[in-house]
């Protein structure tokens, strides 16, 4: 996108919000760099040059503008429907991997050498891993200062900064203001509030529409007691962090998700960020989505009465993994059921304050000493669930936001009791195919025969080639035409 500078040009005079995270605006006169959207005055076309992303625009020279806060708008699109190892890189670098475990670990993750992952995402994205990590920190560097009162030195380490010196001059450098001016501009724009102690509460912007029904109504319908609930109009659920969990309220709001974080180490605050981001899908392009599933003239009907719908995923992909196979062939309510009991039994506590979570979701390794006997299921689901935790917990099935998409799926399909149906709704849930697709739910043959669309599997697939690579969407579409509780926001 950002080669094109005729459509560029155009998306910046139009100021398209659409396109905010697609590429960023640097302004030669300026130093300045800007989203789209940016509500100044565009400057003049011969001014202006366009790079792929934040961190190349900070890595060329130009710091962040304060009225537009480019560093703050959604991701771009591109890493959400891609599954090549540039894409993966980004995912994992969002995740928190180089700052945990440096370029070599991201390299590994990913199964090509250094050299090879620095040139590749420089060619894409004008920055190396480096530099897209820094450009993070920088960022949530500067939430930390805007809506905590931690002193600065926390700050500094909590973003992920080496020294105080580093995270001063980045600072200066990124924003163009000293820390501390930062946290006085940000008082000074800020209605008197009663802060709670120890949360921290922020926007979580996306492109617009977002159609929160399906989404947080399945979240909601699905949650895990103890571990998920609805409410006071939120949704809440708890966080299991490299070091240490959380708690987080997500509640619609008409321009942006309101966030509110408990962690018990400030230090995963951008790693909740995104695994929330991730979680509801705030980086998708519902335009472009919904532009293509319109073709379809017995799909365009649903996605005009309710456009922006998302694929609710996962904060966790073996979490949801384990989930799957306890809800093969039995309802909502029975999963849940079985899902609380495993949490009740291995998931460690937590405390709760403002409701009633009280457990962390077992991770693979708590599980891998199961006693399949102690499981209400039937015997072949317990083999099924205690192939699957053994391979998570010893590394054999890695699900993470690295995962290559193909192989994930070729080495589920290889366990006792995956069958398409499972493989694909983990891939489309937990992985974040955009793609993935499910011709044999029985709720999506439902709609499709309620629509007038083929309702057996094989012709369901044939006519869905149409929609591709969306097809995950579509399916949101089709299962939302079903009165379901997973359809609606709760009461």
């Given at each position: 996108?950002h080669?094109?500078?005729?459509?560029?040009?155009?998306?910046?005079?139009?100021?398209?919000?659409?396109?905010?995270?697609?590429f960023?605006?640097?302004?030669?006169?300026?130093?300045?760099?800007?989203?789209?959207?940016?509500?100044?005055?565009?400057?003049?076309?011969?001014?202006?040059v366009?790079?792929?992303?934040?961190a190349?625009?900070?890595?060329?020279?130009?710091?962040?503008?304060?009225?537009?806060?480019?560093?703050?708008?959604?991701?771009?699109?591109?890493?959400?429907?891609?599954?090549?190892?540039?894409?993966?890189?980004?995912?994992?670098?969002?995740?928190?991997?180089?700052?945990?475990?440096?370029?070599?670990?991201?390299?590994?993750?990913?199964?090509?050498?250094?050299?090879?992952?620095?040139?590749?995402?420089?060619?894409?994205?004008?920055?190396?891993?480096?530099?897209?990590?820094?450009?993070?920190?920088?960022?949530?560097?500067?939430?930390?200062?805007e809506?905590?009162?931690?002193?600065?030195?926390?700050?500094?380490?909590?973003?992920?900064?080496?020294?105080?010196?580093?995270?001063?001059?980045?600072?200066?450098?990124?924003?163009?203001?000293?820390?501390?001016?930062?946290?006085?501009?940000?008082?000074?724009?800020r209605?008197?509030?009663?802060?709670?102690?120890?949360?921290?509460?922020?926007?979580?912007?996306?492109?617009?529409?977002?159609?929160?029904?399906?989404?947080?109504?399945?979240?909601?319908?699905?949650?895990?007691?103890?571990?998920?609930?609805?409410?006071?109009?939120?949704?809440?659920?708890?966080?299991?962090?490299?070091?240490?969990?959380?708690?987080?309220?997500?509640?619609?709001?008409?321009?942006?998700?309101?966030?509110?974080?408990?962690?018990?180490?400030?230090?995963?605050?951008?790693?909740?960020?995104?695994?929330?981001?991730?979680?509801?899908?705030?980086?998708?392009?519902?335009?472009?989505?919904?532009?293509?599933?319109?073709?379809?003239?017995?799909?365009?009907?649903?996605?005009?009465?309710?456009?922006?719908?998302?694929?609710?995923?996962?904060?966790?992909?073996?979490?949801?993994?384990?989930?799957?196979?306890?809800?093969?062939?039995?309802?909502?309510?029975?999963?849940?059921?079985h899902?609380?009991?495993?949490?009740?039994?291995h998931?460690?506590?937590?405390?709760?304050?403002?409701?009633?979570?009280?457990?962390?979701?077992?991770?693979?390794?708590?599980?891998?000493?199961?006693d399949?006997?102690?499981?209400?299921?039937?015997?072949?689901?317990?083999?099924?669930?205690?192939?699957?935790?053994?391979?998570?917990?010893?590394?054999?099935?890695?699900?993470?936001?690295?995962?290559?998409?193909?192989?994930?799926?070729?080495?589920?399909?290889?366990?006792?009791?995956?069958?398409?149906?499972?493989?694909?709704?983990?891939?489309?849930?937990?992985?974040?195919?955009?793609?993935?697709?499910?011709?044999?739910?029985?709720?999506?043959?439902?709609?499709?025969?309620?629509?007038?669309?083929?309702?057996?599997?094989?012709?369901?697939?044939?006519?869905?080639?149409?929609?591709?690579?969306?097809?995950?969407?579509?399916?949101?579409y089709?299962?939302?035409?079903?009165?379901?509780?997973?359809?609606?926001?709760?009461?």
């Amino acid at each position: 996108m950002h080669t094109d500078t005729e459509r560029c040009v155009r998306a910046v005079r139009s100021k398209d919000a659409r396109f905010d995270g697609w590429f960023f605006t640097a302004v030669l006169t300026t130093r300045i760099y800007c989203r789209p959207s940016c509500p100044v005055v565009p400057p003049k076309a011969e001014n202006m040059v366009f790079y792929p992303s934040a961190a190349a625009c900070q890595q060329a020279g130009f710091r962040a503008c304060k009225r537009c806060r480019p560093d703050t708008s959604p991701g771009s699109p591109e890493w959400n429907a891609r599954a090549d190892a540039v894409a993966r890189a980004v995912r994992l670098i969002q995740d928190g991997v180089v700052d945990r475990e440096g370029v070599p670990g991201l390299a590994a993750r990913l199964g090509y050498s250094t050299r090879q992952v620095e040139r590749q995402l420089l060619a894409e994205l004008g920055a190396g891993p480096l530099a897209l990590a820094r450009a993070q920190r920088a960022q949530t560097a500067r939430l930390l200062i805007e809506t905590t009162p931690l002193p600065m030195a926390e700050v500094a380490f909590a973003a992920g900064f080496s020294s105080i010196r580093t995270f001063n001059d980045t600072v200066r450098e990124v924003f163009a203001l000293a820390p501390g001016e930062l946290r006085a501009r940000a008082a000074r724009g800020r209605v008197a509030a009663t802060p709670t102690p120890g949360v921290i509460a922020l926007r979580l912007p996306y492109r617009a529409p977002l159609e929160p029904g399906n989404l947080f109504g399945h979240l909601a319908a699905t949650g895990v007691p103890g571990v998920e609930e609805w409410r006071d109009g939120a949704y809440r659920r708890t966080l299991s962090l490299p070091y240490g969990h959380g708690i987080v309220s997500l509640a619609p709001r008409p321009d942006h998700i309101a966030c509110r974080l408990s962690l018990t180490d400030p230090r995963d605050l951008t790693i909740a960020i995104s695994r929330c981001r991730w979680m509801l899908d705030l980086d998708a392009d519902p335009v472009a989505v919904d532009d293509q599933l319109r073709d379809d003239p017995l799909l365009a009907p649903l996605v005009g009465k309710a456009p922006g719908r998302r694929v609710p995923r996962t904060v966790d992909a073996a979490e949801f993994a384990v989930r799957a196979v306890l809800g093969q062939q039995v309802s909502t309510a029975a999963a849940r059921t079985h899902a609380g009991r495993l949490v009740r039994a291995h998931g460690m506590p937590v405390e709760d304050p403002e409701g009633g979570l009280t457990h962390l979701f077992p991770a693979p390794e708590a599980l891998a000493s199961l006693d399949p006997e102690a499981l209400a299921l039937p015997r072949s689901r317990r083999t099924t669930l205690t192939t699957l935790v053994a391979a998570l917990a010893d590394g054999t099935l890695k699900l993470d936001p690295g995962s290559d998409w193909d192989k994930a799926r070729a080495q589920l399909a290889g366990l006792p009791g995956f069958g398409p149906w499972t493989v694909e709704v983990i891939a489309m849930r937990a992985l974040g195919d955009p793609d993935a697709f499910l011709p044999t739910d029985l709720g999506m043959r439902r709609a499709a025969a309620a629509l007038g669309l083929p309702s057996t599997p094989a012709a369901l697939t044939g006519r869905a080639a149409a929609w591709r690579p969306w097809r995950a969407y579509a399916v949101q579409y089709l299962w939302a035409s079903d009165d379901h509780p997973i359809n609606h926001l709760p009461a």
